[in-house]
């Protein structure tokens, strides 16, 4: 059964498969990694990080999606807000000192998510995201650029981040309005 994309929850799907494969890449996911993905939409991302990992725990709100995802063996699916999701508990529930967080977040909510995430650093090993490009320009921007600001700030304290990838409006179904890219973050210590 074909999933409509729903306007409330953001969703623009990937669908460019040299695109997911250079995601992947530059994630570099290993056998065993504990990786949590945020927003699996249609698993475009999500299958093949769990053909190299083995088992991925997955957050989806959208509950149609979530219903799909139980079906696969491999997933742990939490069917919740991101925003109330209790990463440090994931972490204990997954046996992890570290976790991995990966996903193509709603770009309507982007900044809030990265904001809690900040509140579970110490159990985050790495983040890899798909965002908006103007929100990465933003994050990896230089004191005294246009760029520069609070969302620069607030992340560059705690994060050392790198812009690894551009992805364009029609690697996505439907296609959003906006380019997008895909975000390295490393917790400093």
Not at 40 to 62: F, K, S, Y
Not at 93 to 98: F, G, V
Not at 102 to 110: A, E, Q, R, W
Not at 152 to 168: G, I, K
Request: with cysteine; hydrophobic share 45%; glycine share 4%.
């Amino acid at each position: 059964m074909k999933h409509i994309a729903r306007k409330r929850f953001g969703q623009h799907f990937l669908s460019d498969r040299s695109i997911i494969e250079d995601i992947v890449h530059a994630i570099a996911p290993q056998p065993g990694d504990p990786m949590v993905e945020i927003g699996p939409g249609l698993a475009a991302l999500t299958q093949p990080l769990v053909e190299r990992l083995g088992r991925l725990t997955v957050i989806e709100l959208d509950r149609d999606l979530a219903l799909r995802l139980r079906l696969h063996p491999q997933l742990d699916v939490i069917e919740s807000d991101v925003l109330k999701v209790d990463f440090t508990q994931v972490a204990q529930a997954l046996a992890a000192i570290k976790i991995r967080v990966v996903g193509n977040l709603p770009y309507n909510i982007s900044t809030p998510i990265l904001f809690h995430l900040l509140e579970h650093v110490d159990v985050i090993a790495d983040q890899h995201f798909m965002l908006q490009k103007e929100v990465i320009d933003r994050m990896v921007a230089r004191p005294c650029t246009s760029d520069y600001g609070r969302l620069s700030v607030m992340l560059q304290w705690r994060y050392a981040m790198e812009n690894v990838l551009f992805v364009p409006p029609e690697s996505f179904e439907p296609p959003p309005r906006v380019d997008s890219a895909v975000v390295r973050m490393v917790p400093r210590a």
